[in-house]
């Protein structure tokens, strides 16, 4: 119950094309939910974060949709970039703890 | 500022060695963390400080050995470890750690550890 879901693993996107990053969690306990974006070799980095009694929320090109009755949410990356590339990792949190989806890598193709 | 630092960048060490790892925060954050992310996973969460007191040890061996001086400095001290505790290990920071509102995490770049 503590885990979040992420898909898909890795994901191609031509430049200028929209990507798209989904995760779900079962446990209704968890208040906030971040996104954060690594690059090889460095730390992750905070993008943006929704907390679950708003639908929407839109950060420049990053946007996160959020669906509270089926546990859902998902991180939609407008007018991709090559720049973009890297990991995404959804995640969750329960009071003390961040519960990480399993990652997804993006690739922009120019 | 949303900075967090981490020294060393890379270390290598034998499986005989004492090293430590150390983070520095300046936002006034109260919880600080320690993780450990292998290739392609995501972080691993080891350690939580709150209020410089330990809140959290995940089940960690003992050689490795958190230390939180004050309240803007984490360390992580290592002691005889093993070829599989190579991997890149993560400070954070948070304004507290009883969650609530928009407090969340902020990272730090990462000691690249190999361990021979």
């Known amino acids: 119950q503590q885990q979040v879901k992420q898909s898909p693993q890795s994901l191609i996107v031509q430049k200028g094309g929209i990507s798209i990053i989904n995760c779900a969690y079962e446990?209704?306990?968890?208040?906030?939910f971040p996104w954060y974006q690594q690059f090889p070799g460095k730390g992750p980095a905070l993008l943006i974060a929704?907390?679950?009694?708003?639908s929407e929320k839109k950060e420049g090109r990053f946007t996160i949709s959020f669906n509270k009755s089926a546990k859902q949410f998902s991180l939609h990356i407008m007018d991709s970039q090559p720049g973009d590339s890297a990991t995404y990792f959804c995640a969750a949190r329960a009071t003390n703890k961040l519960i990480f989806g399993t990652g997804t890598l993006l690739a922009v193709q120019p | 500022d949303t900075e967090v630092t981490q020294t060393p960048k890379h270390l290598v060490m034998g499986m005989t060695n004492k090293k430590s790892l150390k983070c520095e925060q300046h936002?006034?954050?109260?919880?600080m963390y320690w993780y450990k992310q292998k290739a392609k996973k995501p972080p691993e969460l080891m350690f939580v400080?709150?209020?410089?007191?330990?809140?959290i040890n995940e089940s960690v061996p003992s050689r490795f050995s958190p230390e939180c001086p004050n309240s803007s400095l984490l360390n992580l001290h290592l002691h005889a470890l093993q070829p599989e505790d190579s991997a890149l290990y993560l400070c954070?920071?948070?304004?507290?750690?009883?969650?609530?509102?928009?407090?969340?995490?902020?990272f730090g770049p990462g000691t690249r550890l190999t361990v021979l």
């Open positions: 446990n209704t306990a968890f208040d906030y």
């Open positions: 936002m006034g954050h109260r919880a």
């Open positions: 400080y709150s209020y410089e007191k330990l809140s």
């Open positions: 929704i907390r679950p009694d708003v």
């Open positions: 954070a920071s948070s304004q507290d750690n009883a969650g609530g509102g928009t407090d969340t995490q902020y």
